[in-house]
Nanobody, 120 residues
Framework: QVQLVESGGGLVQTGGSLRVSCVGPGRLFGVTDMAWYRQGPEKSREWVASIMSGGVTDYADFVKGRFTISKDDAKNTVYLQMNSLKPEDTAVYYC??????????????WGQGTQVTVSS
């Protein structure tokens, strides 16, 4: 069962931009924290950015100043705007939402991922 659905990935040149989106159940937006993760080739999944239910954001150091996480509760969608992309940003990007508000756990909702490829 897929609870979250990502889209918007693709191929982009170094220095370019992409915006990936994640759509989920309306009941999650406004009450649960959400996050973007990514997994590059031969790498483990790593955290990229988070947005709390109230809108407070946080970012991994390697994307700070380049990526922006946001959400539109009316559209049941969380976004990750990616600017100044680098080849090392190439990865499958995943959306995560807390199953229980305020708690990150193994039972959280995950999407299937969307591929982002940055060429040199």
């Amino acid at each position: 069962q897929v609870q979250l659905v990502e889209s918007g990935g693709g191929l982009v040149q170094t220095g370019g931009s992409l915006r990936v989106s994640c759509v989920g159940p309306g009941r999650l937006f406004g009450v649960t924290d959400m996050a973007w993760y990514r997994q590059g080739p031969e790498k483990s999944r790593e955290w990229v950015a988070s947005i709390m239910s109230g809108g407070v954001t946080d970012y991994a150091d390697f994307v700070k100043g380049r990526f922006t996480i946001s959400k539109d509760d009316a559209k049941n969608t969380v976004y990750l705007q990616m600017n100044s992309l680098k080849p090392e940003d190439t990865a499958v990007y995943y959306c995560r939402a807390q199953r229980s508000p305020g708690i990150w756990s193994r039972s959280d909702y995950w999407g299937q991922g969307t591929q982002v490829t940055v060429s040199s």
